[in-house]
């Protein structure tokens, strides 16, 4: 079952311009994550936010979270060219009586930064 | 090089064939996860385990077999591959107390 749904599915800005995405989900979490994955690579880890925060930023990155809304989104400014790539959300519980985090992954945003 | 890495990158099996990825980290995380990625369905976990010798289903762990002797390695069996296995494997690392997941490069398979 699939937690997080982003949207938009695909978006193309010009070189400068803000890019911004929303994630969806449906149950609880411990926090939420955003990872980036360029073509043919595997995901890196942008930002986590926690249940308990509503705003986060590190570097040109915004996060906010809604948890009343069952949402997040994703600020990008002044994107590159380099900000090219495919961009996820994942929501994370507590299992193993709250040891670990769980992640379940959205089905991404394909962000296209033209220069 | 410190980091986690998986073998093979690319591999074609017939079906029925038996198949193990491989999966290495050189950081002693606790916690290691398989996941499989599939256009329209983002990433779906497989297994993971929260140490040497504990290992639990995920979301897809039908056709899939895993095994955590040591810490550092997390091995995973297709004992019969079907074409519904071909797909972009990804396995991932996590230290205790962190959120943060840490992917390998992943494994493309095809199952002709």
């Known amino acids: 079952s699939q937690q997080g749904e982003e949207d938009p599915q695909a978006l193309s800005i010009q070189e400068g311009e803000n890019a911004t995405m929303n994630c969806s989900y449906k149950?609880?979490?411990?926090?939420l994550q955003w990872y980036r994955q360029n073509s043919g690579r595997g995901l890196v880890h942008l930002i986590l936010?926690?249940?308990?925060?509503r705003e986060k930023h590190s570097g040109r990155l915004r996060v906010t979270l809604d948890t009343s809304k069952k949402s997040s989104s994703l600020l990008i400014t002044a994107s590159r060219a380099a900000d090219t790539a495919s961009y996820f959300c994942?929501?994370?519980?507590?299992?193993?009586?709250?040891?670990?985090?769980?992640?379940?992954f959205g089905t991404g945003t394909l962000l296209a930064v033209q220069p | 090089d410190a980091g986690i890495t998986q073998s093979p990158r690319y591999k074609i099996t017939e079906t029925g064939r038996q198949v193990t990825l491989m999966c290495h980290q050189t950081?002693?995380?606790?916690?290691m996860f398989w996941y499989r990625q599939d256009l329209g369905h983002g990433l779906r976990l497989i297994y993971y385990?929260?140490?040497?010798?504990?290992?639990d289903k995920g979301e897809v762990p039908d056709g899939y077999v895993v095994s955590r002797s040591k810490t550092e390695n997390f091995p995973l069996t297709l004992e019969s591959a079907t074409r519904s296995q071909t797909s972009v494997y990804f396995c991932?690392?996590?230290?205790?107390?962190?959120?943060?997941?840490?992917f390998g490069p992943g494994t493309r398979l095809t199952v002709t």
């Open positions: 149950t609880s979490i411990n926090n």
């Open positions: 991932a690392s996590k230290p205790s107390g962190s959120g943060e997941q840490y």
């Open positions: 950081w002693s995380h606790s916690y």
């Open positions: 994942a929501t994370g519980t507590l299992v193993y009586g709250g040891a670990t985090n769980k992640l379940i």
């Open positions: 936010i926690r249940s308990n925060e």
């Open positions: 385990s929260a140490a040497a010798d504990i290992t």
